[in-house]
């Protein structure tokens, strides 16, 4: 990673909104420590997780291995402006990809969608900002194509959460894709 990445100026100067995740939670001494869970966060709020801009979406990547992905494809998580153009490409070797989340904010229902290339088994759940699990929406087997599920801002127990920020997760074959929803 370089310098850019965490902060504002290349020769360092105050931390942008990916340093400010870093600084919280994902440093070992000076370095940050690269990981699934820091990977799956959106620090700058533009819809695109940190290890979707940094070509590493599952954040496997280790100190000392190649780079993952196209170095000329890495775009700024910690820069809301930066952010990849050919994501749903990059996504084929997922084979699914995730379309849309509308409407972003909502009130009462929020609906996503999302296409399969090939019959999978899918996952689909609601998470808070703590990444405390709110509701599992789906569960299940399903052939190719696209599809959709709605979220009606309630919980597994069936009692409508509070406003904020949630994410919802699609999961399909291993693979994991986050987007941030907010809920007025």
């Not at 990916?18 to 690269?34: C, I, R, S």
């Not at 940190?50 to 979406?57: A, I, K, R, S, Y």
């Not at 990059?90 to 996503?112: C, G, I, K, W």
Request: aromatic residues 10%; charged residues 10%; hydrophobic residues 35%.
């Amino acid at each position: 990673m370089s310098c850019m990445n965490c902060h504002t100026m290349m020769s360092g100067g105050p931390r942008n909104k990916f340093g400010q995740t870093v600084e919280n939670g994902y440093l070992n001494g000076n370095n940050v420590v690269w990981s699934p869970a820091l990977a799956n966060i959106d620090s700058d709020g533009d819809g695109f997780t940190n290890g979707q801009e940094l070509q590493d979406p599952n954040g496997l990547w280790t100190a000392g291995a190649t780079q993952p992905g196209d170095l000329n494809k890495v775009t700024n998580p910690g820069n809301a402006n930066s952010f990849p153009t050919g994501v749903l490409e990059e996504l084929a070797d997922y084979q699914f990809s995730f379309n849309s989340v509308s409407p972003n904010p909502f009130s009462n229902t929020v609906n996503v969608s999302y296409t399969l290339a090939k019959p999978s088994m899918v996952f689909v759940a609601i998470y808070d900002i703590e990444s405390n699990l709110i509701k599992n929406l789906l569960f299940e087997n399903q052939n190719s194509g696209n599809y959709q599920i709605n979220w009606d801002a309630t919980n597994n127990l069936g009692n409508r959460v509070q406003m904020g920020i949630y994410f919802v997760q699609i999961r399909c074959n291993n693979n994991s894709i986050f987007k941030k929803i907010i809920l007025n």
